[in-house]
């Protein structure tokens, strides 16, 4: 079965530091997405992102983070100057469309930690 | 989006039906009723969705009440594989939230 893998499945980086988070999605789908979770928390949306642009983003994703498919396969996150409060696990995930009985397949998550 | 009302916690036994139910009283009549489930130290991964009628694939039944306010998912024999945390997200042409899940524990 068709899978979105996800690297590093961990990292630890130094508190100030850029982060790259890669992702490969489902090859046919065309929505991508990332969510995080620190832990013990619930899951949290932070950006999808459709024929290259943004198409939603919360209020968790703010000037720090950045979104990029760089080229046919890959879809990345970057989190600039990371902060100890970004350590938490990123999933990655993908669907073919946004209709509402779509489904979103998720990654197996990295998780950040931040020292 | 919907708000939705699920239990924290559930108890189960193994081998044994669980329902896990969902309260989505304001929902929208183009939200399909989804449900993802995450097991320890892994991403969400689907179960089942639906719109009105009830549903049935290998993992589940999703039973879906007249009104569409409240729905609840069916596991027919628990395993201890099945323990995790049980999500139920209405969902439109947006982007999918969950909420906090109920957490099912299977006992042996």
């Known amino acids: 079965e068709p899978e979105v893998t996800q690297t590093p499945s961990h990292q630890v980086t130094q508190m100030g530091q850029e982060v790259i988070l890669r992702c490969v999605p489902i090859?046919?789908?065309?929505?991508f997405y990332w969510y995080r979770q620190i832990l013990g928390q619930k899951v949290e949306f932070l950006v999808s992102?459709?024929?290259?642009?943004?198409?939603?983003k919360s209020e968790i994703f703010d000037d720090q983070f950045s979104v990029e498919r760089p080229d046919g396969s890959n879809f990345t996150l970057k989190i600039r100057s990371t902060k100890l409060e970004d350590s938490a696990m990123y999933f990655c995930?993908?669907?073919?469309?946004?209709?509402?009985?779509?489904?979103?397949?998720f990654g197996e998550g990295s998780w950040l930690t931040v020292v | 989006d919907a708000k939705t009302t699920q239990p924290n916690s559930m108890e189960s036994n193994e081998e044994e039906p669980v329902h896990l139910p969902c309260n989505h009283s304001?929902?929208?009549?183009?939200?399909?009723i989804h449900w993802y489930r995450q097991l320890p130290s892994q991403g969400p991964e689907y179960v089942i969705h639906?719109?009105?009628s009830n549903v049935n694939n290998r993992m589940a039944s999703l039973a879906i009440a007249e009104d569409r306010k409240s729905s609840t998912l069916i596991l027919h024999r628990a395993t201890l594989r099945d323990a995790a945390v049980y999500y139920c997200?209405?969902?439109?042409?947006?982007?999918?939230?969950f909420g906090a899940g109920t957490r099912l524990t299977v006992k042996p």
């Open positions: 995930a993908s669907s073919a469309t946004q209709r509402s009985g779509n489904t979103i397949y």
């Open positions: 090859s046919n789908h065309l929505y």
């Open positions: 992102f459709y024929n290259n642009e943004i198409s939603e």
């Open positions: 304001t929902i929208s009549g183009t939200d399909y």
């Open positions: 639906g719109l009105t």
């Open positions: 997200i209405p969902h439109n042409n947006n982007d999918m939230r």
